[in-house]
Every structure is written in structure tokens, then in C-alpha cells.
């Protein structure tokens, strides 16, 4: 009895220590009838009255290995009906598709998380192991994940709980034994289709026989040490990605390249990782061959374009990278041009806000063409009406500090400006000619001299919902 004991009393350690579980929390167990989902399912049990746990134990049918599948499941009906324990049982139809170790997780999360709303779950409870969390750092290496993956499964994400995850197999049937509760053994687990099946089988029995009979311990044993700097370098670079960010909304994300390159090679890793999640809705699939790609398409000359898993895209445009999502519109649909027959205070135009405003005299200020959302015009130089437009080919401006006309495009071209913010970009003219790119150059033929009586100051601001900072949707997580 001191054995078993001492199982729960290590399990609930665990579990306060990590703060897995509140108490009367409603608690999803994925419940296979195997050793350690039996093992996860008991040691709960044990503890329900004691924190008032509700428990719903869930089981699904593969029906991948014919008669030992039904009675798998009668095996788990009889567990839970013994203990007056709730449990779903759901069957699996691959419908055609090939049977994969994804599709089977994919199938079994999107149940699970079908009954978290249903059922009011706190939490999934699922019995993965030492041996797995091992599994899973060396899985990981070998794919080409850097730190967060070696940091294999963590006690605690989101709503999933790993309570098991630092009992050894010995440890789990040892307890099971004591217990006299008898479990199903999963033959599949000794084949070897599933990659997982090989490093257990094979790769983890030779390292222990060759390298060190401990590894599966030693290998778990530094996985919380991994996850912890995890979390450092992760608000480092998020805290950092805030100065380079140019812009940002729900469709995309524009950072300074000169400035990006200037942050340390690891922490941009964590930076594109962030994106490409927030534009995939998941940071799955992103490794170290695509941290190299970006990486060396940024400190190339000219534009480029990096294609992600999933549709994720970056753009390198200039001083510009632009992460967003594949089927963007390369420009966005052009508003028709507004006149302005006099002058008026405030109004918006294809995402902007535009103020005017009468003034004798500029303002008393030393950085007073610095803000290039902000002009300041010859009053009298304008033809009303005035007219806000997007550009049209054959546009041509002389631009302030200049003394002949030139191209807007070529003007573009020269100031490297990318190609979403000339297409997004305003332009004022009056009766005769453009006297205004916005966010750009004022014309030299409307610039404000000693000779000026009156003076328009024209103002643009970008129409945006505020989107909470990087490291605030990193801390909800």
C-alpha cells in the first residue's frame, strides 16, 4: 500500500506544484485503456472527493486493430462503470483518408475540443509519460526545431494538462500492479509504421544499451529547464520586435529590415515564429530550415518573396518585410477621387483622416517638416477646388528641395518606397497640378515663403482599430 501511496502523493505534488488543476474543476481524461491513461484516470479518481474533480473520461475506437479494438473498449466502459466514472466513447471513420499519426491527432483534438464547450471543461487531462516527453525532445531535434520544441510537452498549455509527465513506465505500472487494476497493452505500440513506434523501439533501446542506460531520465530531466529559457528569450524578443514594427493589423505585419538584422540571430527566430503564427494561427511547422530561408533572403539585395508552410508569405520590399497570409491583394480597392470645394475641417477618405486648417503664421517649432503626415501650403497659391486622389499613371510633382518636374514613380523608386504604400498612398492637387504626396513631399511651387500671407496646414492620420501589443497576446496565451 506505501507504494501506491506514494504514487499519489507524487501525483498531486506534481499537480499543485504546476497548477494543473483548481478545486471542483471539470476535468476531460483521454482515456485509451492503456497503462498510463488507466494510471492518470485512477490517480484522479483517488483525489475527486478531496478537490471535488468532476470527471468525463473519453475513449475513441480506431478500429485499427479489429477484435482487440471492441475489447478495448468494453475494457474501459467496465473500469468506469465500476467507479461510477462518465465516459463518451466516439468511433473513428477515416472516410478514405490515409491513417496517419496526424490525422488520428487531428480527429481526436477536434472532439476533444467539441466537448470542452459542451461539457464546461477546465481541462484535457492526457497520460503521456517520461519515455514520451524523451521521445518527443529527441523527435523534435531531429526535425529541426530549436529551443521551444527541445522543450518537449509542458505540464501545462492552454487547457492541456500533462500530469504523468515526469513518471517513469516503471513507475506508472508498478502502481497499476499494487492497485490489482489490469490495463490494455496496444500490440501497434511494437510496430513500427509511426515514427514515435521507432524511437521507442529501436533508437531509445540502443542508446540505453550503448550510450547511457538513463537516457530516457536524463533527456526528460532537462526538458523544464529548456521550456523556462523558452519563456525568457520569448518576451526578449518580443519586447524587441515592438521597436521594429512598422505597422500592424489583422492581416499582416511590416518590420524594418535594418533594424531587424540588428537584433541577435536567435531572438529573430522567435520574432518570425511569433508572426508566422499570428498570421497562421499557429506556430506548428515553423523550424530552423525556414528561420534560414528568411534569414538569408533578407540580407540579399533586392526584393524577395518567402513562402511559409501554410500559405504564410513574407515580402521583402526595400527596408520593408511584410508578413501576411498567400491570396493578399497587392493593392487595395481604389476609391474614387473626392473633390474638396472649400475648405474644411475634418473628413476621411479611403482609410484616412484629413483635417485642414487656416493659418496665419506656421507654428513655432524646430522640427517642423519632420512629421510627413503634416503640410504646410502657400495659401494663396491654390487652385480651388482641390481634389484627394490615389496616384494615376503620368503623375509628375516637382518635389520640395527640387527644381524640375519628376515622375512620381521614378520618385518612388528613388526613396525605395514599397510597393503597397505608393499604391495606398495620397495625392493632393488643385486645379493645375499635384501639390501634396501624402506621408512623402510637399511640391516646391506651393512650399511656404517670406511672401506667404496665409498658410493651409493639412493633416492625414491612418483610420486603424488599436491591435494590443505582441508580448500582451504573448502573456493571454
Known amino acids: 500500500m506505501q507504494k501506491e501511496m506514494n504514487f499519489i502523493r507524487k501525483f498531486e505534488k506534481y499537480i499543485r506544484k504546476n497548477k494543473l488543476f483548481m478545486p471542483k474543476s471539470r476535468i476531460l481524461v483521454g482515456f485509451s485503456g492503456g497503462p498510463d491513461s488507466t494510471a492518470l484516470l485512477t490517480a484522479l479518481y483517488h483525489l475527486r472527493t478531496k478537490y471535488q474533480f468532476h470527471l468525463l473520461a473519453v475513449h475513441i475506437n480506431y478500429h485499427l486493430r479489429g477484435e482487440e479494438s471492441g475489447l478495448e473498449e468494453a475494457a474501459v466502459k467496465k473500469f468506469c462503470f465500476a467507479r461510477n466514472i462518465a465516459i463518451l466513447v466516439k468511433h473513428y471513420d477515416p472516410k478514405g483518408k490515409k491513417v496517419n499519426e496526424n490525422n488520428l491527432r487531428e480527429f481526436r483534438f477536434n472532439w476533444f475540443n467539441g466537448l470542452v464547450g459542451s461539457y464546461k471543461i477546465d481541462s484535457i487531462a492526457l497520460g503521456h509519460n517520461q519515455s514520451d516527453q524523451a521521445e518527443t525532445v529527441l523527435y523534435r531535434l531531429l526535425r529541426g526545431s530549436l529551443l521551444t520544441g527541445l522543450g518537449g510537452i509542458k505540464p501545462k498549455s492552454g487547457n492541456i494538462i500533462h500530469p504523468l509527465i515526469s513518471f517513469s513506465r516503471d513507475e506508472i505500472t508498478a502502481f497499476l500492479e499494487k492497485e490489482n487494476i489490469p490495463w490494455c497493452e496496444d500490440v501497434s505500440n511494437q510496430q513500427n509504421e509511426f515514427t514515435r513506434n521507432k524511437l521507442r523501439n529501436f533508437i531509445f533501446p540502443w542508446i540505453s544499451d550503448n550510450i547511457n542506460p538513463q537516457a530516457v531520465e536524463k533527456i526528460s530531466a532537462i526538458a523544464p529547464f529548456l521550456q523556462e529559457a523558452d519563456d525568457i528569450l520569448s518576451n526578449s524578443a518580443m519586447i524587441r520586435m515592438r521597436h521594429v514594427m512598422e505597422e500592424n493589423n489583422d492581416d499582416e505585419y511590416r518590420l524594418k529590415v535594418s533594424e531587424l538584422l540588428k537584433i541577435r540571430p536567435l531572438l529573430r527566430f522567435y520574432i518570425y515564429r511569433h508572426l508566422y503564427g499570428e498570421i497562421n494561427g499557429t506556430e506548428q511547422d515553423f523550424y530552423q530550415s525556414n528561420f534560414e530561408i528568411i534569414e538569408k533572403s533578407l540580407k540579399r539585395e ?176
Open 302 to 477: 533586392g526584393n524577395r518573396e518567402i513562402q511559409l508552410p501554410h500559405g504564410v508569405i513574407l515580402l521583402k520590399e526595400y527596408d520593408n518585410l511584410r508578413v501576411m497570409k498567400h491570396g493578399y491583394q497587392e493593392t487595395e480597392e481604389v476609391e474614387a477621387a473626392r473633390e474638396i470645394p472649400s475648405l474644411r475641417t475634418r473628413f476621411a477618405y479611403a482609410g484616412w483622416r484629413i483635417s485642414m486648417k487656416k493659418l496665419k503664421k506656421l507654428p513655432e517649432s524646430r522640427d517642423l517638416f519632420v512629421d510627413k503626415n503634416i503640410a504646410y501650403l502657400d495659401f494663396d497659391k491654390l487652385e480651388w477646388s482641390l481634389v484627394v486622389r490615389h496616384r494615376e499613371p503620368g503623375d509628375r510633382f516637382v518635389p520640395f528641395g527640387m527644381k524640375h518636374n519628376k515622375k512620381l514613380k521614378d520618385f518612388f523608386i528613388d526613396l525605395k518606397v514599397p510597393a503597397q504604400e505608393r499604391a495606398n498612398a495620397l495625392v493632393f492637387t488643385d486645379q493645375k497640378n499635384i501639390f501634396w504626396v501624402g506621408n512623402q513631399r510637399i511640391d516646391q511651387r506651393y512650399a511656404v515663403s517670406k511672401e506667404t500671407s496665409s498658410i493651409l496646414m493639412i493633416k492625414i492620420e491612418k483610420i486603424r482599430q488599436r491591435k494590443s501589443r505582441p508580448a500582451e497576446r504573448m502573456k493571454r496565451r
